[in-house]
């Protein structure tokens, strides 16, 4: 049974940093895309990053690049997601989600979907 959960969300000023982790069970880490998203109140959720298993490729929504970076731990099966810079609009809950398509990254973070396995998210509010 794949689990994935997330933590690390909290409180932070704006201008501050986060690191959020996803630790995950379940399934072969180094075969999957790992991606984390978010959702906003009355917003819908939206890609942030996503990192392509095995060959470790990156990928990150334009409202984030140079900000956030998504990393992984193989051996402990933890992805992170750093975010510095914080702004008020990174407002959200974020979750961590996986899926055995790994070529399909780049069209899971522009839809903000879509993978298979989900976390249950972890919040972070960002105050002005």
């Known amino acids: 049974e794949v689990q994935l959960v997330e933590s690390g969300g909290g409180l932070v000023q704006a201008g501050g940093s986060l690191r959020l982790s996803c630790v995950a069970s379940?399934?072969?880490?180094?075969?999957?895309?790992i991606g984390w998203f978010r959702q906003a109140p009355g917003k819908e959720r939206e890609g942030v990053s996503c990192i392509s298993n095995p060959h470790g490729n990156t990928y990150y929504a334009d409202s984030v690049k140079g900000r956030f970076t998504i990393s992984t731990d193989s051996a402990k099966k933890t992805v992170y997601l750093q975010m510095n810079s914080l702004k008020p609009e990174d407002t959200a809950v974020y979750y961590c989600?996986?899926?055995?398509?790994?070529?399909?990254?780049?069209?899971?973070?522009?839809?903000?979907?879509?993978?298979?396995?989900w976390g249950k998210g972890t919040l972070v509010t960002v105050s002005s």
């Open positions: 989600a996986v899926d055995a398509r790994p070529w399909r990254v780049e069209v899971f973070l522009k839809m903000g979907g879509g993978m298979d396995y």
């Open positions: 379940g399934f072969t880490f180094e075969d999957y895309a």
